[in-house]
């Protein structure tokens, strides 16, 4: 039966295998997380009016779309979110587990452009030392901020 398979599968190579292959595996949302730091290296956190009210601050994210490479992704989220302009850096962190997301977080300089926050999504934006993280952040967030990137 194996046999089979792999002529079957020699046969039917390109566009078709790569058909087969998307049924045949899960699916998922990709969401990427910018760490971004400004010169002074101080972090960029949002206070998020969509997450829970206990922990509302956060690190700029949002959902890749569609053939969007991950790296920009982030510079589109921080650009619509805050509209700031970020360079993105290294891959900090990759994670899955969850049930059809991973996450993805690249570190971030910011490079430019000036605060306005998308009211919508954002009810605050701030620059803070890694000293003076507030307290009602994601903690997921804090340990990418200061490199634990431990689950």
Do not use: C
């Amino acid at each position: 039966m194996k046999r089979l398979i792999a002529r079957v599968w020699r046969l039917i190579r390109g566009p078709l295998q790569w058909r087969v292959l998307w049924f045949a595996h899960a699916k998922f949302m990709v969401g990427v997380t910018g760490v971004v730091r400004n010169d002074a290296g101080q972090v960029l956190l949002l206070k998020h009016r969509l997450w829970p009210e206990d922990r509302p601050w956060g690190l700029p994210t949002g959902y890749a779309i569609k053939s969007e490479e991950f790296p920009l992704t982030i510079v589109r989220e921080v650009k619509e979110e805050t509209g700031l302009d970020v360079k993105p850096g290294r891959l900090v962190s990759v994670t899955s587990g969850y049930r059809l997301r991973v996450e993805v977080a690249y570190e971030a300089l910011h490079v430019g452009g000036t605060l306005t926050i998308d009211k919508f999504e954002i009810l605050e934006a701030q620059w803070f030392s890694l000293d003076s993280l507030p307290d009602a952040m994601q903690e997921s967030h804090r340990r990418l901020i200061l490199g634990d990137n431990t689950p």
